[in-house]
C-alpha cells in the first residue's frame, strides 16, 4: 500500500500495510493472494471464521428491510431477540442487556450504570472506580483511565484524571509482592480491601477487572480462591463487581463467561469482540437483577446513550451468529480444542529456553518469552522480540498478535496472544505451533 497517496489515518504511519482482500474460514488472503491462517481472529473478534455465506447472504437480504431506528425513541425486534438470545446462555443473574458498537462503550456504560445505580439507591458519595494494573479496558478517555496500561495513557496524560485506583494484578508468574502461591494468601485479593479502606469505602462505586488478562499480559489466569475473595470483598464494602469480558467472553474461554469458571457472579458484565463475530460492530453491557431493580424501582432512566445504541442492523447480524454458533455447536469447541492448543504450547515452552510463561484457557493464550527462565529478565527491548515473532510468523503464514510491551510491569517483557477463531482444527493448532517452532529456533540461533 502506498501510504503517500492513501487518504487514511494510519494506526502507524511508519509501518508497511499489507492489504486483505477476502477471508474465508480460518484464512485471510491479501492482494497478491497470499493466505493467512488467522490464529488471532484478527483480534479475538472472529469466531465462527470468515466469509460464512449464511450471514452475508442474510446481511443482504435484511439491509432492505431495516438499517437504523434511532433507541431513545423506539426499540426494534432484533434486538429484543438477541437481547433474549444472549441472556439465555449468560449467568443466571444477568436480567437485562444494553448494546453498543464496541468494548470501550461497554465498559463506559458498565461505570455510568454502577454510578447511577448507588444514586438510584441514595448513595451519592460513591463515585470512585477500582482497576488492576496490567489492565485495559478500552481506549476512549474514561475507559483508558481505568485501565493499567501506562504506555497507551502517557500521550493523554493531561486528561487521565478519571477518579480511579488501581491494585496489583493476580500475575502468578510476576508476582508483584514476591511470594509463592498458596503461600502468599491470595495476596494480591487482599489489596482490594486495602484500596477500599484507603479510599473510603462510602466513596467507591465498583471494582472492574478482566477475568482472564487480555493483551496487556495475555492468557493470566488468577488462582481459584482469587475471585471468591474479590466478590466477598466487594459484598462486605456494597460495591458493585464489574467483569470486562470484552475478550474472555461469549464463550472464547469454555463457558460463556469466564467469570462463571471461579463460581462466583457478578453484578455487571461487558461483551463484545465475540457477539457479532467482526461482521458488525456490536457489543453489551449485561446487568444484574440487583442492579435493574435499583433503576426500576429508582427513577426509572439510565441517563446514557449513543446514536447507535440497539442498532436493528448490528443486532440482526449479532442474532444470526448466535444462532450459527448454537447451531454448528461452536460453543462446545473453545473448551476441548484449548486444552489441545494449551498442552502444543507447552510443548513448545519444552524445546526452547526463550518462553518463559504459557497461560491461559479456552481459546485465550499468552506466551512469554524471556532472556533468563531463572530470573526471568526480558530480553532486551532494542531486540523488539515481540515484533520480530509476529513478523516473521505471519511471513510464514500464521497471524499471532502482539502482546503490549511491558509484561515486566514497563520494565520490558514480550509476549504474544493466540486467540482463533473456534472453527479451528488440530491440523490447524499444529501448523500454529509449527510455525512458532521455526520462528523461535531462528531467531534464537540470532541471539
Given at each position: 500500500?502506498?501510504?503517500?497517496?492513501?487518504?487514511?489515518?494510519?494506526?502507524?504511519?511508519?509501518?508497511?500495510?499489507?492489504?486483505?482482500?477476502?477471508?474465508?474460514?480460518?484464512?485471510?488472503?491479501?492482494?497478491?493472494?497470499?493466505?493467512?491462517?488467522?490464529?488471532?481472529?484478527?483480534?479475538?473478534?472472529?469466531?465462527?471464521?470468515?466469509?460464512?455465506?449464511?450471514?452475508?447472504?442474510?446481511?443482504?437480504?435484511?439491509?432492505?428491510?431495516?438499517?437504523?431506528?434511532?433507541?431513545?425513541?423506539?426499540?426494534?425486534?432484533?434486538?429484543?431477540?438477541?437481547?433474549?438470545?444472549?441472556?439465555?446462555?449468560?449467568?443466571?443473574?444477568?436480567?437485562?442487556?444494553?448494546?453498543?458498537?464496541?468494548?470501550?462503550?461497554?465498559?463506559?456504560?458498565?461505570?455510568?450504570?454502577?454510578?447511577?445505580?448507588?444514586?438510584?439507591?441514595?448513595?451519592?458519595?460513591?463515585?470512585?472506580?477500582?482497576?488492576?494494573?496490567?489492565?485495559?479496558?478500552?481506549?476512549?478517555?474514561?475507559?483508558?483511565?481505568?485501565?493499567?496500561?501506562?504506555?497507551?495513557?502517557?500521550?493523554?496524560?493531561?486528561?487521565?484524571?478519571?477518579?480511579?485506583?488501581?491494585?496489583?494484578?493476580?500475575?502468578?508468574?510476576?508476582?508483584?509482592?514476591?511470594?509463592?502461591?498458596?503461600?502468599?494468601?491470595?495476596?494480591?485479593?487482599?489489596?482490594?480491601?486495602?484500596?477500599?479502606?484507603?479510599?473510603?469505602?462510602?466513596?467507591?462505586?465498583?471494582?472492574?477487572?478482566?477475568?482472564?488478562?487480555?493483551?496487556?499480559?495475555?492468557?493470566?489466569?488468577?488462582?481459584?480462591?482469587?475471585?471468591?475473595?474479590?466478590?466477598?470483598?466487594?459484598?462486605?464494602?456494597d460495591i458493585l463487581f464489574i467483569v470486562d469480558e470484552v475478550l474472555t467472553g461469549y464463550g472464547r474461554t469454555g463457558t460463556p463467561s469466564a467469570i462463571e469458571q471461579w463460581g462466583v457472579e457478578a453484578d455487571i458484565i461487558t461483551w463484545s469482540k465475540a457477539i457479532a463475530s467482526g461482521y458488525s460492530p456490536l457489543a453489551a453491557t449485561l446487568a444484574s437483577k440487583k442492579v435493574m431493580d435499583a433503576f426500576r424501582e429508582g427513577s426509572g432512566q439510565f441517563v446514557h446513550g449513543f446514536t447507535y445504541s440497539g442498532n436493528p442492523m448490528s443486532c440482526f447480524i449479532g442474532l444470526q451468529v448466535f444462532r450459527y454458533l448454537q447451531q454448528h455447536d461452536l460453543f462446545d469447541r473453545p473448551a476441548p480444542l484449548g486444552a489441545y492448543l494449551g498442552e502444543q504450547l507447552h510443548g513448545l515452552a519444552s524445546r526452547h529456553a526463550l518462553i518463559g510463561d504459557v497461560r491461559g484457557r479456552g481459546l485465550l493464550w499468552g506466551v512469554e518469552f524471556v532472556k533468563d527462565r531463572v530470573t526471568k529478565e526480558p530480553v532486551p527491548s532494542d531486540r523488539a522480540l515481540t515484533d520480530r515473532i509476529v513478523a516473521l510468523a505471519q511471513e510464514k503464514g500464521v497471524m499471532v498478535l502482539p502482546g503490549v510491551r511491558g509484561a515486566n510491569y514497563g520494565q520490558g517483557g514480550d509476549h504474544i496472544q493466540i486467540s482463533p477463531p473456534y472453527i479451528i482444527e488440530r491440523g490447524q493448532i499444529d501448523q500454529v505451533v509449527d510455525v512458532l517452532d521455526n520462528v523461535l529456533t531462528e531467531i534464537e540461533a540470532d541471539l
Open positions: 500500500m502506498d501510504k503517500a497517496s492513501s487518504g487514511v489515518f494510519y494506526r502507524n504511519f511508519k509501518k508497511q500495510y499489507t492489504v486483505i482482500t477476502r477471508g474465508q474460514g480460518m484464512y485471510l488472503y491479501d492482494s497478491t493472494g497470499r493466505r493467512y491462517l488467522d490464529a488471532v481472529g484478527g483480534a479475538g473478534v472472529v469466531v465462527i471464521g470468515h466469509g460464512v455465506p449464511e450471514i452475508t447472504a442474510a446481511m443482504a437480504e435484511h439491509a432492505a428491510e431495516l438499517c437504523f431506528v434511532y433507541s431513545a425513541t423506539f426499540s426494534n425486534q432484533w434486538q429484543e431477540e438477541l437481547a433474549n438470545s444472549l441472556l439465555s446462555i449468560a449467568p443466571k443473574n444477568m436480567k437485562g442487556i444494553w448494546f453498543v458498537s464496541g468494548g470501550s462503550e461497554a465498559n463506559e456504560t458498565a461505570v455510568k450504570m454502577a454510578r447511577q445505580y448507588h444514586l438510584e439507591r441514595g448513595n451519592p458519595s460513591r463515585y470512585k472506580m477500582i482497576s488492576r494494573w496490567q489492565s485495559y479496558h478500552g481506549m476512549t478517555l474514561a475507559a483508558l483511565a481505568l485501565s493499567g496500561r501506562p504506555s497507551w495513557q502517557r500521550p493523554f496524560a493531561p486528561y487521565m484524571h478519571f477518579p480511579v485506583t488501581r491494585i496489583v494484578p493476580p500475575y502468578c508468574y510476576r508476582c508483584p509482592f514476591r511470594l509463592t502461591y498458596p503461600a502468599c494468601g491470595v495476596a494480591c485479593a487482599d489489596d482490594l480491601e486495602r484500596a477500599i479502606l484507603q479510599e473510603g469505602p462510602e466513596t467507591v462505586s465498583a471494582f472492574i477487572a478482566e477475568p482472564i488478562i487480555g493483551t496487556t499480559v495475555t492468557g493470566v489466569v488468577p488462582v481459584p480462591e482469587y475471585y471468591v475473595k474479590v466478590r466477598e470483598i466487594c459484598d462486605r464494602y
